[in-house]
């Protein structure tokens, strides 16, 4: 594994994720596209991760793709495999479905600007905290280019139609408190307190049923895609299954007898 992704899991199963190259505001290149596949897919695989919280090292949370000259992200030719040259769903797809393929809830902490790719990494999060001093949008229309890391599929279902097609056309940066009241992030926190808070929050989410939480998010993934009829036969097939766990009886047992469940992921 990569050190461009900084990874660290506390006792209370909270994976914490942090982007990894400060010196260029944590622009994504190649590499650190498919270091943060491997953290979603190991974090998904592990018993002893509840949670994950995902930021970034420094002043940025990711400012978008590296365009340096060793970025695949700004190569214009070379030599260029019969498969890749094919490929309709290059890294950035591939990423977006490894946050949808997660079994952990994702949490993102906006520590600071989140442009372009950056962007749309934060919005395949679950849930979004938000530095009071950041800022964050889509830019793609500033650089003539379309947009990719499936902003164009969650942005629409987080904030409306209207308010999608205005980043999308205006490319605009909006501040915090912009972001809050369109309904980006669920909360603003000052910059100094921003990853104590999401932390915090995330060790309360880290502390509900493991085996449950997982059920419940594949329902919410699939909930954009599915007609109203399957939908609920996955809810009642997924809630069937919870019925039949340790923890779900560790639930009702503890609310009977009036105290925190402590559940075990069985």
């Not at 079994?103 to 009071?132: E, L, Y």
């Not at 939480?213 to 809630?239: A, F, G, H, K, Y």
Request: proline residues 3%; aromatic residues 6%; glycine residues 10%.
């Amino acid at each position: 594994m990569t050190d461009l992704i900084r990874t660290e899991l506390d006792q209370h199963g909270v994976l914490l994720a942090t982007f990894n190259r400060p010196e260029v505001m944590n622009a994504i290149n190649g590499e650190m596209v498919t270091a943060l596949q491997e953290v979603l897919r190991d974090a998904s695989e592990s018993d002893d991760v509840r949670a994950m919280v995902l930021t970034g090292e420094g002043r940025a949370f990711c400012a978008g793709a590296d365009l340096s000259g060793n970025s695949p992200a700004s190569s214009g030719g070379g030599e260029t495999s019969r498969h890749r040259k094919l490929d309709r769903r290059g890294g950035s797809a591939q990423t977006v479905q490894a946050f949808a393929q997660c079994d952990v809830p994702v949490i993102g902490a906006i520590n600071g600007p989140a442009a372009g790719a950056g962007f749309g990494i934060a919005v395949c999060t679950d849930i979004r905290f938000m530095a009071a001093s950041a800022r964050m949008g889509t830019i793609f229309a500033k650089r003539g280019v379309a947009t990719d890391y499936g902003t164009t599929y969650w942005l629409p279902r987080i904030v409306g139609l209207q308010t999608a097609y205005h980043m999308l056309y205006t490319g605009e940066l909006l501040r915090a408190e912009e972001a809050l009241a369109a309904g980006l992030v669920y909360q603003v926190v000052p910059d100094e307190e921003l990853l104590a808070t999401t932390l915090e929050y995330a060790r309360v989410v880290a502390g509900g049923a493991p085996l449950a939480q997982t059920l419940v998010r594949r329902q919410v993934i699939r909930n954009q895609e599915l007609p109203m009829d399957e939908l609920l036969e996955l809810e009642w097939s997924s809630q069937t299954i919870a019925m039949g766990t340790d923890d779900a009886r560790e639930g009702f047992t503890a609310f009977a007898e009036k105290r925190s469940p402590e559940f075990k992921g069985h």
